[in-house]
């Protein structure tokens, strides 16, 4: 009996510290869930929770906002963080970025009539309260950077414009 407390408590402890010694990696290429997308792969813990509501950004500020609809736990969501960040470095001061978490978006909820149940989705609403542009998936840079001028009223286009969907992700410089 005492053998059989002391096996059990030695499988138990060689467990535990099997668990704390493992490594825990975040993977881009998977739908399991790290964390928040944003400060996992993006580097970029600022962008969550949005510091304004689309009411706020069109009537308070007066200024466009671009809505992203996204899951936590999603590869093709996890992708779309490198390009939100060069949004934010080149529009964050003229456009509101508002990403909204679907599994967090109550029923009713204003942002709701914007989603389409496709996640990631992108929508950019202008001051009439008007969806100017909207893409399900990774939109290519300069199309977003079209959009974003276009309701901005700017003609010359950013140097968001020239990038690829292809460029590194913030967790792949810590590895």
Do not use: H
């Not at 490198?82 to 909204?100: A, C, D, F, R, T």
Request: aromatic residues 10%; hydrophobic residues 45%.
């Amino acid at each position: 009996m005492v053998l059989m407390i002391i096996a059990r408590a030695i499988v138990l402890l060689f467990l535990v510290g099997l668990a704390w010694v493992s490594p825990v990696y975040s993977a881009i290429n998977d739908d399991r869930f790290d964390g928040n997308i944003f400060v996992l792969y993006g580097g970029n813990g600022s962008l969550v929770p949005p510091r304004v509501t689309l009411e706020q950004s069109i009537e308070e500020l007066n200024r466009p906002a671009l809505l992203l609809f996204y899951v936590d736990d999603s590869s093709d969501c996890k992708r779309i963080t490198p390009l939100m960040n060069q949004v934010q470095l080149y529009y964050g001061k003229l456009v509101s970025l508002i990403p909204v978490n679907v599994d967090s978006l109550n029923p009713g909820s204003p942002l709701e009539r914007y989603y389409s149940g496709i996640v990631p989705q992108w929508v950019l609403v202008n001051l009439q309260n008007q969806v100017v542009y909207a893409y399900e998936g990774l939109p290519e840079p300069r199309d977003l950077d079209q959009a974003l001028r276009s309701v901005l009223g700017i003609e010359t286009p950013s140097p968001m414009a020239q990038l690829k969907n292809d460029s590194p992700f913030f967790n792949e410089f810590n590895r």
